[in-house]
């Protein structure tokens, strides 16, 4: 097994040659490393008057493991060589020690370097990489891994700390600056490969850490570089991403380097070849998404995070969906994405602290079984899926108020394609307003608690409201010609050339069953159900005339009826209160209404979906048994839904 380690550049805000004078005093031991017996010069060696010192040691190093370890491997310390090469002309130390000691079952190799800062010639840089590469030891290879990341650990973290103690050191003798070396004149300089470090890892130094990423371990610091510099072999990378990006792809994969770096550059190609980069200068909203899309951005919340507010609750999501599209519906999460990596950047800037997610403020009131309308909710998990695969530990936080008893089923058909890790982030409140009030008050100040929640401030996000079918991509807006841009439940999102999807166009009735009724006629569905708690769902279309819609239990095994002009309510002895119950009150459905509901079939029995038509009428039908195994919680009173689809109608609330 082969663990590799890199740790961030360092910076000394000290002349190179007073840092060099620190450096020589670690030697042969200091205080600070206790593990470091002794350290022996096997070999010393100058160059060009002085310009250059190759300098080999064989160190005695105290073996950091518990009593029983070093018993059984029969140790008490170890033998590591240490080979210094210091250009002093160039101004670049290059240190390599590797292991004497076990050699042949275990290597271990560090590489460490001191040079001028590029960009300011009295500061010095310092970087640290090391690789262990365990081939048998004993049968403790996992703890000589442990032990191996802990000893990286520890000399990182003490690495600075004890050129600033013997720098301070030399401060209280009197010495605060050495004379820059000068080549004589008869002297050639040898040319240093050390001489030119990348500017773009010189950024990466304590002061950038603290300042634009926040507290990161050592070994983040070390597996956030080495991803850094697996970017370096990627032929076709237009422009590296952010250290920030990075840091949250890293995140996203549980800091496993090969599994973030896959990902990344799997995200990066997808950026190139759809063109993400030009989303925020070249996106226009079109009209339906400005007069009914229910969210914007609204100020930040007490981190400084920007939020934004969506009310789900308000969404038409099945007329966004037919009048956008896929890949319209898709482009509008990816700027909305976009706008708020953007957002973040420019809050951290004017905040000058790490930052690195926003918030998201989700209003379910008036969410019902309309909103699990099939086609939406696949188009929807395409989407979640697209995002999380190229937005990683962009959400910070996700407050979910208001949420009604439909909620859950929605939440277990949603979540179970949110990673875990973002799962975790989600806050719930109930339509207890107080207890939602003082639960937000822990995250937004009281000046900018939504006007809709009951707070002082106004948003400037739209109510949402019904999509005019004269908006729909279709040429007709009654019956048998609907056809949506909708996901089929066999086709597979791809992404080919330079459309975000390409999504096979669907007739609405491979979805939906078309039903004509005569004036006085019924239709009727009998679903046997043998599972207990498992969940009916429905949504139909009225057109040409009403309808009244009822959900009936029964209790008796009826035949299968073929005839349409048959009803079940024709057979003899067929009586309600004996052996079928009416299990939701009766609706009449008006004309160009969508409605939309479920039932928990608690029972081992059949359910009855009746529809009669006084007039003549036509349905557009489909339903839904989704597993009981699939649902947990309470789910009880589930009300259903009921909208007018005309429109002049603003209002998709549950009725």
């Known amino acids: 097994m082969v663990q590799k380690f890199q740790s961030p550049v360092r910076v000394y805000k000290y002349p190179f040659e007073l840092v060099m004078k620190a450096y020589e005093r670690r030697f042969p031991t200091c205080p600070q490393m206790p593990i470091v017996l002794d350290c022996e010069v096997i070999k010393d060696e100058s160059f060009e008057k002085g310009a250059r010192r190759n300098t080999s040691r064989r160190c005695k190093l105290a073996v950091d493991a518990p009593y029983i370890f070093k018993k059984l491997i029969g140790v008490d310390y170890v033998y590591f060589l240490q080979h210094n090469y210091l250009d002093m002309g160039n101004r670049t130390l290059s240190i390599e020690a590797v292991n004497e000691s076990f050699s042949s079952r275990i290597e271990i190799f560090e590489r460490c370097r001191y ?70 004149a008869d002297v050639l300089r040898s040319p240093s490969l050390d001489s030119a470090p990348d500017h773009h890892n010189i950024l990466l130094d304590g002061d950038f850490i603290a300042r634009n990423l926040g507290k990161l371990s050592p070994m983040q610091e070390s597996k956030l570089l080495e991803l850094r510099k697996m970017l370096d072999g990627v032929d076709d990378l237009e422009r590296l991403p952010s250290y920030q990006t990075i840091m949250r792809f890293l995140a996203a994969r549980d800091w496993h380097v090969n599994q973030a770096f896959t990902m990344l550059r799997d995200s990066l190609r997808w950026r190139r070849e759809h063109h993400i980069d030009a989303l925020l200068p070249e996106y226009s909203k079109p009209a339906v998404v400005v007069e009914h899309f229910p969210g914007g951005w609204h100020h930040h919340d007490k981190d400084g995070r920007p939020v934004y507010i969506l009310r789900l609750g308000h969404m038409d999501v099945k007329g966004l969906l037919k009048s956008l599209g896929m890949e319209g519906l ?38 019902s079984m309309r909103h699990l309308w099939r086609p939406g909710i696949r188009a929807l998990l395409y989407i979640i899926e697209t995002v999380e695969r190229n937005y990683p530990e962009t959400m910070g936080r996700v407050l ?20 875990e890790h973002t799962r975790s982030k989600f806050v719930f409140y109930g339509p207890d307003s107080t207890q939602m009030k003082d639960g937000l008050a822990q995250y937004l100040d009281e000046e900018i608690m939504p006007d809709f929640l009951g707070g002082p401030c106004k948003t400037m996000i739209h109510e949402g409201g019904l999509v005019p079918k004269m908006l729909y991509k279709t040429n007709s807006l009654d019956g048998h010609d609907d056809v949506a841009a909708v996901l089929s439940p066999t086709t597979e999102a791809r992404v080919p050339g330079n459309s975000f999807t390409a999504i096979h166009q669907h007739d609405h009735q491979n979805l939906y069953k078309s039903v004509e009724l005569k004036p006085g006629f019924t239709h009727e569905l009998l679903i046997r159900n043998d599972d207990p708690k498992s969940v009916l769902t429905w949504d139909f279309d009225v057109m040409r005339n009403d309808l009244h819609f ?9 035949p299968n009826k073929n005839d349409s002009a048959v009803s079940y309510f024709d057979l003899q002895d067929f009586v309600e209160g004996v052996n079928y119950f009416r299990e939701e009150p009766t609706l009449i459905c008006r004309h160009k209404e969508s409605v939309q509901g479920s039932h928990i079939m608690n029972h081992n029995d059949s359910y009855l979906m009746h529809w009669f038509s006084p007039s003549g009428a036509q349905l557009n039908i489909f339903y839904e048994v989704l597993s009981s195994a699939n649902y947990k919680g309470s789910m009880t009173s589930l009300q259903s839904a009921f909208s007018s689809n005309s429109s002049a109608s603003s209002s998709i609330l549950s009725r």
């Open 115 to 184: 040079y001028s800062h590029p960009d300011n010639s009295e500061w010095t840089c310092f970087d640290q990489s090391a690789t262990l590469d365990i081939k048998n030891f004993f049968g403790f290879e996992h703890s000589m891994e442990k032990m191996g990341m802990k000893q990286y650990t520890q000399t990182t973290l003490k690495g600075k700390e004890i050129i600033e103690f013997f720098i301070s050191q030399l401060r209280e003798e009197g010495t605060t600056y050495v004379e820059r070396w000068t080549t004589p």
């Open 330 to 367: 898709l482009r509008l999460a990816l700027h909305v994405c976009e706008e708020g990596v953007q957002k973040i950047n420019e809050s951290a800037e004017r905040l000058e602290k790490p930052l690195l997610h926003w918030s998201l403020l989700v209003d379910l009131d008036g969410l």
């Open 400 to 419: 979910v108020v208001r949420a009604p008893r439909v909620f859950p089923i929605a939440w277990t058909i949603v979540s179970a394609f949110i990673d």
């Open 550 to 558: 009822t959900l009936y239990r029964v209790t008796q095994e009826l």
